[in-house]
């Protein structure tokens, strides 16, 4: 499995931007989709964002769409995900996790199975 680390998370007021950045161990890394996740307080993960291993495609969840915007670098082997106009429901810890190779109907095919340690982000009303 490949070893994540995420980054960039803290407190902003709604309205507000941050960007996530995600640092895979090796460069397997960059062959893999990443994606984003979070889970709030009571609530289950959910998914957040995805890209597939050469930045080309790129899928949201429909209550992200618009606002957040997910990209990689793979000679850094690092995934970042953009948030702009943030919301008090946006408030969750955030997961980076890396996945299948394969995509299917423009939506990654398969589980993402290597997940980082979570970094916290908070909007305040």
């Known amino acids: 499995q490949v070893q994540l680390v995420e980054s960039g998370g803290g407190l902003v007021q709604a309205g507000g931007s941050l960007r996530l950045s995600c640092t895979a161990s090796?460069?397997?890394?960059?062959?893999?989709?990443m994606g984003w996740f979070r889970q709030a307080p009571g609530k289950e993960r959910e998914f957040v964002a995805a890209i597939n291993w050469g930045g080309g495609s790129t899928y949201y969840a429909d209550s992200v769409k618009g606002r957040f915007t997910i990209s990689r670098d793979n000679p850094k082997n690092t995934v970042y995900l953009q948030m702009n106009s943030l919301r008090p429901e946006d408030t969750a810890v955030y997961y980076c996790?890396?996945?299948?190779?394969?995509?299917?109907?423009?939506?990654?095919?398969?589980?993402?199975?290597?997940w980082g340690q979570g970094t916290q982000v908070t909007v305040s009303s």
């Open positions: 996790a890396a996945g299948p190779r394969s995509w299917y109907g423009g939506r990654p095919n398969g589980d993402f199975d290597s």
């Open positions: 090796e460069r397997t890394g960059s062959t893999l989709t």
